[in-house]
């Protein structure tokens, strides 16, 4: 059996925490405003998955309303929705994600954002994609107001 699933997140430019993006640290860029670090690529991640196991979303399961999740690590999170999946049944397929970022660069962080995911969601490389684009200047991401991420899952029966 297979299950597909869709996440989707944005963040805001602003604050004073870091940039993190797919657990990776990029030294001196502007962080995204969040209840959390602020990790919009392992938020969307966890939505696709969650998605994926119909089991709501990320807010649903880390309310930002919650002082347990301030400034919570998105890795442990995503430890959390790989827990859930696994234990409804499923294990990954394949992980297919988009970064939607004017700025920064990203190529120079994609394999390191693949090694993490690989490492939380129990992957080998070739089932994990990271890639980035531009809006070519348009929108608030053209702007340089915030980051948009776009993730797809397919999972399989772990049996």
């Not at 880390?62 to 995503?78: Q, Y």
């Not at 531009?134 to 029966?157: N, P, Q």
Request: hydrophobic letters at 45%; charged letters at 25%; proline letters at 2%.
């Amino acid at each position: 059996m297979f299950r597909i699933g869709h996440g989707y997140d944005v963040h805001k430019f602003g604050g004073d925490k870091p940039l993190i993006l797919g657990g990776v640290l990029f030294e001196g860029e502007q962080g995204l405003i969040a209840h959390s670090d602020g990790d919009v690529v392992l938020h969307a991640v966890c939505d696709a998955l969650l998605g994926a196991i119909a089991k709501g979303d990320i807010g649903h399961h880390f309310p930002d309303t919650s002082e347990e999740f301030a400034g919570a690590d998105s890795k442990e999170l995503l430890k959390s929705v790989m827990t859930l999946v696994s234990k409804e049944g499923y294990k990954l397929g394949n992980l297919d994600v988009t970064i939607v970022a004017q700025a920064p660069k990203m190529a120079v962080k994609i394999d390191a954002m693949k090694d993490v995911l690989c490492a939380i969601c129990d992957a080998d490389f070739s089932q994990v994609n990271v890639k980035a684009t531009t809006t070519e200047k348009l929108g608030f991401v053209g702007r340089k107001e915030g980051i948009a991420v776009h993730s797809v899952c397919l999972l399989r029966s772990a049996s």
